[in-house]
């Protein structure tokens, strides 16, 4: 293997300089040192990883840091490893601020980015490491064998992802009957990139002498970009057409772009002439991806295309007692579910959760126990939530009936089935939390003349959340289900209508 370690020079001191200036692929910056010490903690990478995600948000450090490059120290400077010389630029073009910032704030002297040739299919010969004459100390770029992927045994099996988690390993263990290429898609948070690179993990460990790739659909199109660029584009299909498995990441990043459409199309179509594999991950059907041509739809759904739906309650409270378990907070039974019910979004929801948990147990100093009302107040559950525009009641009357598969005219009545009074009192309840509106205004809204029938069903529900009570399987909700993870689908229910309206 060829590693490249080339000139080191001090970075321009603005971003005008920075853009009149060529951009080396191995660059130093030296910051300023900082004056307090007990401002700063020990130097570690651990450390420099959680400030720069704090700094630029995990997404884009997870794109950026988690696998096209990687921080290592050596002495009082820090290294940034990239994996190409493209990676190299980018980096330095659009993090150089705040790689600066978190070095100083550890009290590192220099920044150093180091960009690493591709490395060579295995069997090949490889030449000498060169490097160009600096004054500045060179730090050779150390390629990562073992990219820092999710692994499939970390990921929480339920009746939502088992057939993604199913076709995701059995491709990882050519034991897919045949079938070179997979799809996974669905929404924001489902476990989809998890997925994925628990798929290039488990297939390099089977087989390390695969030339994998993983990468996403922003680092494929700003890769062939630059080298249609630089005139060096059969380089750019010799990397990418050359593999064993192709891993895409939010393949949705080529809507409207239809010269790297067409050149992903001629890559996954010669991939598969080789007899390769491909993994693509997207947030919606390849039917549903706008602007994406017909040749290339077509394509993606010549192999195996399955959906990721979002966890149900049983995933749900399953991947609560393993990220608490993580995060080293131990939740109360009560207050795992109020989480789970509470958190019925994605897996990016509970984790948000949790944080703000972990957060209130610092405050509060209770030793990493999370009860039920400290899950309660870190979380906001019970508290009013009007936020900008009240909706309407219209909303709020509309989304408890589709969800409980009431009739509204039933509402109005003086009926006293099980699901209509339930009806009537998350309306009152979500009433009272999401608008202005008094017991008497939304006592007449539900067709009453005395709003104490209104203060009856509100009461009956809050019992009901304090409770925890659940509300058994029917022909409208086929699983069983708490009435708090009914109430807050419900609110989300309202979000939706409010925004669609706007």
């Keep these: 293997?060829?590693?490249?370690?080339?000139?080191?020079?001090?970075?321009?001191?603005?971003?005008?300089?920075?853009?009149?200036?060529?951009?080396?692929?191995?660059?130093?910056?030296?910051?300023?040192?900082?004056?307090?010490?007990?401002?700063?903690?020990?130097?570690?990478?651990?450390?420099?990883?959680?400030?720069?995600?704090?700094?630029?948000?995990?997404?884009?450090?997870?794109?950026?840091?988690?696998?096209?490059?990687?921080?290592?120290?050596?002495?009082?400077?820090?290294?940034?490893?990239?994996?190409?010389?493209?990676?190299?630029?980018?980096?330095?073009?659009?993090?150089?601020?705040?790689?600066?910032?978190?070095?100083a704030d550890v009290g590192l002297l220099t920044v150093r980015i180091v960009a690493q040739e591709e490395t060579p299919s295995p069997g090949s010969p490889t030449s000498a490491d060169s490097t160009r004459p600096s004054a500045a100390t060179t730090v050779p770029a150390v390629r990562r064998d073992q990219p820092r992927w999710r692994r499939l045994e970390d990921f929480v099996v339920g009746?939502?992802?088992?057939?993604?988690?199913?076709?995701?390993?059995?491709?990882?263990?050519?034991?897919?009957?045949?079938?070179?290429?997979?799809?996974?898609?669905?929404?924001?948070?489902?476990?989809?990139?998890?997925?994925l690179q628990g798929l290039c993990a488990d297939r390099r460990a089977r087989f390390p002498n695969e030339r994998i790739r993983y990468t996403t659909g922003e680092q494929f199109t700003n890769d062939y970009i630059q080298s249609v660029r630089a005139g060096n584009i059969e380089a750019f299909r010799a990397r990418v057409r050359k593999l064993d498995l192709l891993a895409l990441d939010d393949v949705h990043f080529l809507s409207n772009k239809g010269a790297t459409q067409a050149e992903f199309l001629h890559t996954i179509d010669a991939i598969g002439l080789a007899g390769a594999r491909v993994a693509i991950v997207t947030d919606a059907h390849p039917r549903?991806?706008?602007?994406?041509?017909?040749?290339?739809?077509?394509?993606?759904l010549g192999g195996m295309v399955v959906q990721v739906e979002s966890p149900d309650r049983s995933t749900r409270e399953a991947l609560v007692l393993r990220l608490a378990e993580e995060r080293g907070i131990a939740l109360e039974p009560t207050a795992a579910r109020a989480v789970t019910d509470r958190a019925i979004g994605s897996v990016r929801e509970i984790e948000g959760a949790l944080a703000r948990i972990a957060a209130a147990l610092l405050l509060e100093d209770m030793g990493g126990i999370a009860t039920l009302s400290i899950v309660e107040r870190a979380l906001g559950i019970g508290e009013a939530s009007i936020r900008g525009v009240p909706p309407r009641i219209a909303a709020i009357v509309e989304a408890t009936c589709d969800e409980l598969g009431v009739n509204r005219d039933d509402l109005a009545s003086t009926g006293r089935h099980r699901r209509v009074v339930?009806?009537?009192?998350?309306?009152?309840?979500?009433?009272?939390?999401m608008t202005t509106l008094s017991f008497p205004e939304i006592a007449r809204h539900l067709g009453r003349t005395a709003h104490s029938s209104a203060h009856a069903a509100a009461r009956r529900v809050r019992d009901m959340l304090d409770r925890g009570d659940e509300l058994p399987p029917d022909e409208n909700t086929p699983g069983a289900r708490s009435v708090r993870e009914l109430v807050e689908t419900v609110r989300r229910g309202v979000e939706r209508r409010g925004r669609a309206a706007r």
């Excluded at 401002?39 to 651990?46: G, I, L």
């Excluded at 990883?49 to 009082?76: D, H, K």
């Excluded at 549903?288 to 993606?300: D, I, Y």
């Excluded at 339930?422 to 939390?433: I, M, N, P, W």
């Design 1 to 103: 293997m060829t590693t490249a370690t080339v000139q080191a020079s001090t970075l321009p001191a603005s971003r005008a300089a920075q853009r009149d200036a060529a951009l080396p692929t191995d660059s130093t910056t030296t910051l300023p040192h900082s004056t307090d010490p007990a401002a700063r903690e020990a130097p570690s990478s651990a450390s420099i990883e959680r400030r720069l995600a704090a700094r630029i948000g995990a997404a884009r450090y997870r794109m950026w840091f988690a696998e096209p490059a990687c921080l290592s120290l050596n002495g009082s400077e820090l290294v940034v490893d990239a994996s190409s010389p493209f990676a190299a630029e980018w980096i330095e073009r659009n993090f150089r601020d705040e790689l600066a910032g978190v070095a």
């Design 159 to 195: 009746d939502s992802n088992r057939i993604a988690f199913e076709a995701a390993r059995r491709l990882a263990e050519d034991n897919l009957g045949g079938i070179r290429s997979i799809l996974l898609h669905g929404g924001c948070g489902v476990g989809k990139t998890h997925l």
């Design 288 to 300: 549903a991806l706008r602007a994406f041509s017909e040749s290339l739809v077509s394509r993606l």
């Design 422 to 433: 339930l009806a009537r009192g998350v309306v009152v309840h979500l009433a009272r939390e």
